[in-house]
């Protein structure tokens, strides 16, 4: 019985894993299909974005060996990207869960994003944009 649950536990995880890596991404109003894909090299996207310097405000740091890590101005963000078609993809994203009641959890929910220039903007699972950070 325990094997079922558990089966049944890891084809949930990879039925939204598949969700999250089909969401749209772009520039534009929330929800909309990108006019055009980002930066399509790593390079262009590997860095810091926002002002890790200022632990109250939401940054991000995209590490050239797949990693991230951040904070959405209270919560240490952590996990993976990829690059895909000028996308970026993010996975196995984990946070920590301090209670924060003036702080905007926003940055946690981002699912892909796209470098255009020095701006990343971030998306949902779902498409739609959720904020942007700045190099």
Avoid: K
């Avoid at 772009?26 to 262009?44: F, L, N, R, V």
């Avoid at 310097?53 to 919560?75: F, I, Q, W």
């Avoid at 990207?81 to 946690?108: H, I, K, N, R």
């Amino acid at each position: 019985m325990r094997s079922r649950y558990l089966l049944l536990a890891l084809a949930l995880a990879l039925g939204l894993s598949a969700c999250a890596t089909d969401a749209g991404s772009g520039s534009g109003s929330a929800g909309s299909e990108p006019a055009s894909p980002g930066s399509s090299s790593p390079e262009g996207v590997e860095g810091t974005w926002g002002n890790p310097d200022n632990m109250r405000e939401p940054s991000l740091n995209l590490a050239s060996d797949g990693r991230l890590s951040g904070t959405d101005g209270c919560n240490r963000l952590m996990g993976s990207w990829t690059l895909e078609d000028g996308t970026v993809v993010f996975s196995e994203m984990g946070m920590t869960m301090m209670a924060c009641p003036d702080v905007d959890q926003w940055l946690g929910t981002a699912a892909t994003a796209v470098a255009e220039a020095d701006t990343l903007r971030l998306y949902d699972a779902a498409g739609n944009e959720i904020g942007t950070l700045t190099r």
